[in-house]
């Protein structure tokens, strides 16, 4: 039962140019969602999150967006830079006992 | 940065032994979990951890895993006859409060491989 989706696994941007990565669930109980991006060899790091009382929150040159009426959030990274090159995770906190992740979008930024 | 530490960082094992992974959880969190990543695919949750308890575990986290806090600062998950499929990358986590909110915090994860 996959309540968190990434429907693309990779994306290619150019350099200087806006990441947009998509995220959809399923779970109208979920009330807070995060971001996180993993290099190869390490853990998950914590990037952004939102509240669902808010429908964006920015942070220096990543904003999330979330439309909970659609199920949707989207990380929109402007300007990309190389080392944003990543798999970035999309996950979902219902009660706090379980986080819910994506399978993950593969980010890499073109020099 | 107060981070999780997690050891090993590799662990090549043949299946049917025992397995234990080990974290040193973030001193002030009280929430603790144990994730997987099987290779290419997503982090699956197997168990989260509170006041010395188990308060909710996935359909993965069968009878040939457990968890425990043996010391009050180690974190450790236990597979008691590893499979094949129990190769994966095992992530601890703990959750950290930040404006009322939860973050969770993983290590930088263990490679276990079984043969």
């Known amino acids: 039962d996959q309540q968190v989706k990434q429907n693309s696994p990779s994306l290619s941007v150019q350099e200087g140019r806006i990441s947009i990565l998509n995220c959809d669930y399923t779970n109208s109980m979920f009330d807070y969602f995060l971001w996180y991006k993993k290099y190869p060899a390490e853990g998950p790091t914590f990037l952004i999150s939102?509240?669902?009382?808010?429908d964006k929150n920015e942070d220096g040159r990543f904003t999330v967006f979330l439309n909970k009426s659609a199920k949707h959030l989207s990380l929109h990274i402007v300007p990309s830079q190389p080392g944003d090159s990543a798999v970035y995770f999309c996950a979902a906190d219902g009660d706090g006992n379980q986080f819910y992740f994506g399978t993950g979008t593969s980010l890499t930024v073109i020099p | 940065e107060p981070e999780v530490t997690q050891t090993p960082s590799h662990q090549v094992t043949q299946m049917g032994q025992e397995v234990i992974l080990r974290c040193v959880p973030i001193s002030n969190h009280l929430y603790f979990y144990w994730y997987r990543q099987i290779l290419g695919q997503k982090v699956e949750f197997l168990v989260s951890f509170y006041n010395n308890e188990i308060s909710e575990k996935s359909e993965i986290f069968d009878d040939q895993f457990s968890v425990e806090r043996p010391d009050g600062s180690n974190f450790t998950l236990k597979i008691r006859s590893t499979k094949l499929e129990d190769s994966a990358m095992y992530f601890c986590?703990?959750?950290?409060?930040?404006?009322?909110?939860?973050?969770?915090?993983f290590g930088a994860g263990s490679r276990l491989t079984v043969l």
């Open positions: 986590a703990t959750v950290d409060d930040r404006a009322g909110a939860n973050v969770l915090t």
């Open positions: 939102i509240s669902s009382i808010k």
